[in-house]
Nanobody, 122 residues
Framework: QVQLVESGGGLVQAGESLRLSCVVS????????MAWYRQAPGNRRELVVG???????NYADSVKGRFTISRDNAKKTVYLQMNSLKPEDTAVYLC????????????????WGQGTQVTVSS
């Protein structure tokens, strides 16, 4: 069974940085797509950044130039480096992965982590 576990959230002041991690564990064939979403209270879940097997990386306009996604394939980990944090970045950040569980192309499935809280004070 595939599991995603995020870590690295916390309480910081505006202007500071955090790095979130998401470790993918379990039995699977390959990780195709990785993304970070966030959801603030009363708001819809929104895509922060997605890195797709097509080769594209898409950032939300609100985080461009401040956030960076990266991967360590050997560690099956994706990171989200967040710099110059703002109070409006406060949310639960969730890791999302599109994974092929077998070599069969129809085995593609989407998985979510439980989320990690990021709080930015002004």
């Amino acid at each position: 069974q595939v599991q995603l576990v995020e870590s690295g959230g916390g309480l910081v002041q505006a202007g500071e940085s955090l790095r979130l991690s998401c470790v993918v564990s379990g039995s699977f064939f390959s990780i195709r797509d990785m993304a970070w979403y966030r959801q603030a209270p009363g708001n819809r879940r929104e895509l922060v950044v997605g890195e797709f097997s097509s080769g594209s990386t898409n950032y939300a306009d609100s985080v461009k130039g401040r956030f960076t996604i990266s991967r360590d394939n050997a560690k099956k980990t994706v990171y989200l480096q967040m710099n110059s944090l703002k109070p409006e970045d406060t949310a639960v950040y969730l890791c999302n992965a599109g994974i092929m569980t077998t070599s069969n192309r129809y085995s593609y499935a989407n998985y979510w982590g439980q989320g990690t809280q990021v709080t930015v004070s002004s």
